[in-house]
C-alpha cells in the first residue's frame, strides 16, 4: 500500500534555529497536511493546503511557521526560529480528494522534533 | 469546547477481555465526519473507521465495532476479545466539511495484559 514518507525520523535543533521537516505524500494525492502531536497530547491540526495554497490553518500556525510544496513529490514544512514549545511529534497526512468525499487522511510515521 | 470528548484515558484489561472506547463528539453542522485512529507504540497513526453524520448503521470489522449514536452524539468503538497487540492509543476524531481539518480527542491508552 503506499505511504506518505516523512524524514527525518528525529531531529534535534536548537533553540532560535531554523528547521524543516520534509514529506512525501502519497504519489497521486491533490490535499496535503500537517500535524503535530506534543508528547502525551492530543493530536492538532497545523495546516491545510491544495493547489499551491494553504486551504486552512489553525491559530498555531502562526508567522513562525511556512509550508512549501517545492516540486511535484515534496512537502515541507519550515519553522523559522524554533522555540521549545516547537518540542512534538510532527505528522504529515495527504488524502486523494476532500474528506467531504468519503476519503480518509493517510498519515506519514512523523517527525520527532526536539528543540533543546 | 471539546469538540471530541475521550473520557477514558487509560484502559487496562486482560487478554481476551471485551473493552469499549468512548468518544463523544460536539458540532453544529448537519453533515460531519467520524474516524477512529490507532496509534501503536511506533508510533504512526492507523486509520480503523470512518462514518459519515447521515450513515449511522454499525459496523463489524473482525473484532472490531463500532456504534454510532446520533441521538448522543457518540461513536464507541468495541474490542472483543482483546489481545496484546490492541495495546496502543486510540484517537477519535470529527471532521466537518469540507473537511480540511480533524479534530482529534486526547486519545485512550488501552493495555491488553496477557
Known amino acids: 500500500e503506499p505511504e506518505v514518507t516523512q524524514t527525518p525520523s528525529h531531529q534535534v535543533t536548537q533553540m532560535g534555529q531554523e528547521v524543516i521537516l520534509r514529506c512525501v505524500p502519497i504519489s497521486n494525492h491533490l490535499y496535503f497536511y500537517w500535524y503535530r502531536q506534543i508528547l502525551g497530547q492530543k493530536v492538532e491540526f497545523l495546516v491545510s493546503?491544495?493547489?499551491?495554497?494553504?486551504?486552512?490553518k489553525s491559530e498555531i500556525f502562526d508567522d513562525q511557521f511556512s509550508v512549501e510544496r517545492p516540486d511535484g513529490s515534496n512537502f515541507t514544512l519550515k519553522i523559522r526560529s524554533t522555540k521549545l514549545e516547537d518540542s512534538a511529534m510532527y505528522f504529515c497526512?495527504?488524502?486523494?480528494?476532500?474528506?467531504?468525499?468519503?476519503?480518509?487522511?493517510?498519515f506519514g510515521s512523523g517527525t520527532q522534533l526536539s528543540v533543546l | 469546547a471539546q469538540k471530541v470528548t475521550q473520557a477514558q484515558t487509560e484502559i487496562s484489561v486482560v487478554e481476551k477481555e471485551d473493552v469499549t472506547l468512548d468518544c463523544v463528539y460536539e458540532?453544529?453542522?448537519?453533515?460531519?465526519?467520524l474516524f477512529w485512529y490507532k496509534q501503536p507504540p511506533s508510533g504512526e497513526l492507523v486509520f480503523l473507521i470512518r462514518?459519515?453524520?447521515?450513515?449511522?448503521q454499525n459496523e463489524i470489522s473482525g473484532r472490531y465495532s463500532w456504534n454510532f449514536q446520533k441521538s448522543t452524539s457518540s461513536f464507541n468503538f468495541t474490542i472483543t476479545a482483546s489481545q496484546v497487540v490492541d495495546s496502543a492509543v486510540y484517537f477519535c476524531?470529527?471532521?466537518?466539511?469540507?473537511?480540511?481539518?480533524?479534530?482529534f480527542g486526547t486519545g485512550t491508552s488501552l493495555t491488553v495484559i496477557p
Open positions: 462514518r459519515n453524520s447521515f450513515d449511522e
Open positions: 493546503f491544495y493547489n499551491n495554497e494553504i486551504s486552512e
Open positions: 458540532t453544529r453542522d448537519t453533515t460531519y465526519y
Open positions: 497526512a495527504s488524502s486523494p480528494e476532500l474528506i467531504s468525499t468519503n476519503e480518509k487522511l493517510f
Open positions: 476524531a470529527l471532521s466537518e466539511p469540507p473537511g480540511n481539518q480533524f479534530y
